[in-house]
């Protein structure tokens, strides 16, 4: 089977193979697109061609779309020429799942393919005939984050772009330059409307895009290339607008392992090839499954209807929130992190790095315990969701052939927006980033990682940067094995705030990296050990406030005990460091009390705060009835049974967890199913003078006897599917709480508060 027009005409074997082919006329749609286009791309490459392709492609599957794309290409023409034309613009489309299946598809939305090459006339020629359209609606990008870059780190112009200034539209090279020019050819021929929209993993693309596009004008506008009405209908977004968006999809290079499957499957030609401009390709691309498209919704001369293929179209504001949290806190800066250490301890996949103990403890604490915390919701797609699904299924997907060496090209380019932006946030925030850990180690880590040598002394080639020649002097003289050889290098490049986006001194951590980057340039395993060191002490610091905790909610310290740092770190055999971070914990959550010239002393049971616990929870979990019924499964059903039944034997048993939290357990697990992840994280996490009184009513009532039967009851409602006795259940079991109060403040009048 040849993937050709002519080869896809033969449906029978395809679909013996399980690949899937186009229902439309994939010639016809070629045809008209070529005639009247709509929508033309610059960035050919595997992104683009399995994502936005695959966009396309519904449309037309659909039938609301009869047009195709014109792929253009600005850098790497090989592409054209190997990938495209050989298999008549058709793509293998290869989504792997993380069961191990796989789908495979063929895309004929691809319709064109051209070579940006002002240089040669038919190419370019063809490029105005697109452009002077009026009916052409869109150009989008997928050209990388460095694409759009007009200057260096020191503000002047990179030569190349230099000489597309001086030379002027006729002779444009660059993809700027080039996109420039066309426009100039669309304002000549008929000063038609038009959206230029970057698609690019970068924050505020549309921004970017504009800005260089603009200032790529008025440098002709200056030369007398192009005169001010240009300059004014590029600058009028009525006319020429630039939408942001963010876009979301893991896409790797091809796989061998792929490659080999499809040709086993009967497919010829699938080997992948490497070009003159170092592009592995192949005429198949593996991507994973999730894909998220966010655009702004403002074409002023119309698009196609992008939402029916799954693209959220929103306003500005909610853009930026989407791409903020994903680009700045639930997954690049997790990618990036992943990306130098994978270097530096010798992995090539990513997914195995997931089973990486210290790694993966790295990247939940970037996303969750530093990144969560200043992440807005854009609440067209919860963080909380994404982040646990990037943790959980994305990245350790082990049928994902990324790596690490793939996703640590243009680092530079990436850190000032995947870890600037969260730094700049906790300074609004704090005044200063100086609590945070894992981000700081993150960027030691790429330090570190510009040496080119790994954590067992052996060389390595640094991924593609454009400022990896600039970083490298930064790091002169500095020796693997010799701390005495740093004398300050770092300070340049931690203070430049065109790299970082703030100057990391002024953000309050600048010290602080350099401090980690010298521990990890101390010989072999050094930055092993750092890893362990920075993340073992954060571990030790979470790990005293759970065990302090725990005795607290259990009474092992009861209401009224006097509390130090020096007791703590005595009873948990700690330094005191990490007991003042659980007293300072436990004393915002209220189970500590902190009296001036007195000391601390465990709190007693504030009875209102309880009130607000209790409606909180009977709110949320009243709430999660809809989800739950949808989403629960009988393996959940199942486990919850198990626990139930530990509960009712549990006087019988040798149980030596609480009985509490069993009973937590159990009504975990219907949170789990919900799937409504951020109330569940209310829940547990403010709950504890609430649990204090459910603690003391297990101890001193029968109350457990009958939460064993409403337990048993709220199984059975929802194997039923009967919500009504599961409201009326659930309702009652949180209720019932109410009717022990009195009796514990006759039992235990020490313990509360008089309120």
Not at 661 to 686: C, P, R, T, V
Not at 697 to 703: G, P, R
Not at 719 to 742: A, C, Q, S, T
Request: charged share 30%; proline share 4%; aromatic share 8%.
């Amino acid at each position: 089977m040849k993937l050709s027009i002519n080869g896809i005409k033969n449906t029978t074997d395809w679909e013996k193979a399980g690949i899937k082919l186009p229902s439309y006329d994939v010639e016809k749609v070629a045809e008209d697109t070529k005639k009247s286009p709509v929508w033309v791309h610059f960035g050919i490459g595997n992104i683009f061609r399995i994502f936005i392709g695959g966009i396309a492609d519904s449309l037309l599957e659909q039938g609301v779309s009869d047009k195709g794309i014109t792929c253009v290409e600005t850098f790497d023409f090989d592409v054209v020429d190997k990938i495209y034309k050989p298999f008549d613009n058709l793509v293998m489309a290869v989504t792997l799942k993380e069961d191990g299946n796989t789908e495979k598809k063929v895309l004929g939305s691809l319709t064109e393919a051209i070579k940006a090459q002002s240089y040669s006339q038919k190419e370019w020629e063809r490029l105005k005939e697109i452009f002077a359209d009026p009916g052409l609606q869109m150009v989008s990008f997928t050209i990388t984050e460095k694409g759009y870059a007009l200057k260096d780190s020191k503000g002047e112009f990179f030569s190349f772009i230099r000489e597309d200034i001086d030379n002027g539209p006729e002779k444009a090279t660059s993809a700027m330059a080039v996109t420039a020019a066309l426009l100039y050819e669309r304002f000549k021929a008929c000063k038609a409307p038009i959206a230029v929209v970057s698609m690019d993993n970068c924050s505020h693309n549309g921004e970017k895009l504009r800005n260089s596009i603009t200032e790529m004008v008025t440098e002709w506008n200056k030369k007398g290339f192009v005169g001010n009405d240009f300059v004014d209908y590029v600058n009028n977004e009525e006319l020429v607008s630039f939408p942001w968006s963010m876009i979301d999809k893991i896409t790797p290079r091809p796989a061998d392992s792929v490659a080999k499957a499809l040709e086993e499957a009967g497919v010829e030609d699938m080997s992948p090839v490497i070009t003159s401009k170092k592009t592995y390709i192949a005429p198949f691309v593996n991507a994973e499954g999730p894909q998220y498209l966010v655009i702004e919704d403002r074409f002023p001369n119309g698009r196609p209807q992008l939402e029916k293929a799954g693209v959220f179209m929103t306003d500005r504001q909610t853009v930026n929130k989407v791409e903020r949290m994903k680009v700045t806190t639930c997954l690049n800066p997790l990618h990036t992190a992943l990306a130098v250490y994978g270097c530096l301890l010798g992995y090539n996949l990513i997914a195995d790095e997931m089973k990486d103990k210290e790694l993966s403890e790295l990247v939940r604490r970037i996303g969750l315990s530093e990144g969560m915390p200043v992440v807005i919701n854009p609440e067209i797609i919860s963080p909380q969701k994404f982040v646990d699904e990037v943790l959980n299924v994305r990245i350790p997907n082990p049928f994902m052939p990324d790596t690490p060496q793939r996703i640590a090209t243009d680092t530079s380019q990436k850190v000032g927006i995947r870890y600037g932006e969260t730094i700049k946030s906790y300074v609004a925030k704090d005044g200063s980033a100086k609590e945070l850990i894992a981000i700081p180690l993150a960027i030691a880590g790429w330090c570190r990682y510009l040496l080119g040598i790994d954590d067992n002394g052996e060389s390595f080639e640094l991924s593609p940067d454009p400022m990896a020649d600039e970083l490298k002097k930064h790091l002169s003289g500095i020796k693997i094995g010799d701390i005495s050889s740093y004398t300050g290098q770092l300070k340049n490049l931690l203070s430049n705030a065109n790299i970082f986006g703030i100057n990391l001194y002024e953000a309050g951590i600048g010290d602080k990296i350099e401090e980690m980057f010298v521990e990890e340039i101390a010989g072999k395993g050094a930055v092993r050990n750092t890893l362990k060191k920075y993340l073992m002490e954060k571990s030790l610091n979470e790990d005293t406030y759970e065990k302090l905790k725990y005795d607290i909610m259990n009474f092992k310290l009861v209401p009224g005990d006097s509390i130090s740092a020096q007791k703590i770190a005595v009873r948990y055999n700690v330094s005191r460091t990490p007991a003042r971070e659980a007293i300072v914990n436990l004393e915002k959550e209220g189970l500590l009390k902190i009296i001036p010239q007195s000391g601390t002393y465990v709190a007693s049971i504030n009875c209102r705060r309880f009130e607000q616990e209790w409606f909180v929870r009977k709110s949320l979990e009243v709430g999660m009835v809809d989800p739950v019924f949808e989403h629960v499964s009988n393996e959940m059903l199942d486990k919850m049974e198990e626990l139930n039944s530990r509960l009712i034997n549990y006087d019988k048993s040798n149980e030596k967890v609480p009985r509490i939290e069993i009973d937590n357990a159990f009504h975990e697990l219907i949170y789990e199913s919900s799937g409504e992840q951020l109330a569940a994280n209310i829940i547990k996490m403010q709950m504890s003078h609430y649990n204090r009184i459910r603690f003391l009513a297990e101890l001193n009532s029968s109350i457990s006897v009958k939460t064993n039967e409403e337990h048993e009851m709220l199984i059975d409602a929802i194997r039923k599917k009967d919500k009504r006795m599961y409201l009326r259940v659930i309702k009652g079991h949180i209720n019932r709480i109410f009717n022990e109060i009195d009796k514990l403040r006759i039992i235990y009048p020490d313990y509360f508060e008089n309120n």
